[in-house]
């Protein structure tokens, strides 16, 4: 149990910190009205404004959800934050493929709304098929799928934080459309490391052990006189 735990901290902590790098790198710009990013969203910002509050909603109470602890102990508080980030995926997925849509009225390419929209029915997806699991009390498939839905959600996140940290935002809206694709195909594959992840170390612990010689074995090994 301990090394799940450990495992499950790590990962929070790292989306913690790229939380909070985003927050700072991207997002700063809303406590600062002089900054001229406003300039580029005042067309578009009160589709932002909401898109935004599901975003937060969505990404800030998932962590919540694989509290096992809470789970037991709150049953009912844990069902309430469930469908409010129901709510909010399902906000947010559709007004960002529409936002980025929006867009291309300022010269964003088509190729970017197309990434969006497959975004948000990944999204939208993930998250229906975790919360129809969870209304039928399939609790395990709720899980896995809800933790397909969480790493799909937090693409936002990790696309702007792999930007950010190597500077290559700064680069071609090509080598940007690139970042974000990868971070969309490898967020249900980290999701399906973490699904099976004891179910890997057991595997591979079970193959690490040596193995114990039985009698039968023994009996082959002996090789008779000439």
Request: include cysteine; charged fraction near 15%.
């Amino acid at each position: 149990m301990m090394p799940r735990l450990k495992a499950k901290y790590v990962v929070f902590f790292g989306i913690a910190v790229m939380m909070s790098y985003v927050l700072y790198h991207n997002e700063r710009f809303l406590i600062e009205p002089s900054n001229p990013f406003w300039q580029h969203i005042d067309t578009f910002k009160w589709w932002l404004l909401p898109h935004g509050l599901f975003g937060a909603s969505a990404l800030l109470l998932a962590p919540m959800q694989f509290s096992e602890r809470l789970r037991r102990r709150f049953t009912r508080l844990h069902r309430i934050l469930g469908r409010v980030y129901v709510i909010g995926a399902f906000g947010l997925a559709p007004m960002g493929a529409y936002i980025q849509y929006f867009q291309e009225r300022m010269g964003a390419p088509r190729s970017f709304t197309i990434l969006g929209i497959v975004d948000a029915a990944m999204l939208i997806t993930t998250t229906a098929v975790a919360f129809l699991f969870a209304y039928k009390r399939k609790i395990a498939l709720h899980r896995q799928w809800m933790t397909r839905s969480y790493s799909v959600a937090l693409v936002f996140i990790t696309g702007r934080f792999v930007m950010g940290v190597t500077g290559w935002e700064l680069l071609s809206i090509e080598i940007v459309q690139a970042i974000i694709w990868t971070c969309l195909a490898l967020s249900i594959l980290f999701a399906d490391i973490a699904n099976n992840w004891m179910e890997m170390r057991a595997a591979l612990s079970a193959s690490a052990r040596p193995r114990v010689p039985t009698s039968q074995n023994l009996a082959d090994a002996v090789v008779e006189p000439t």
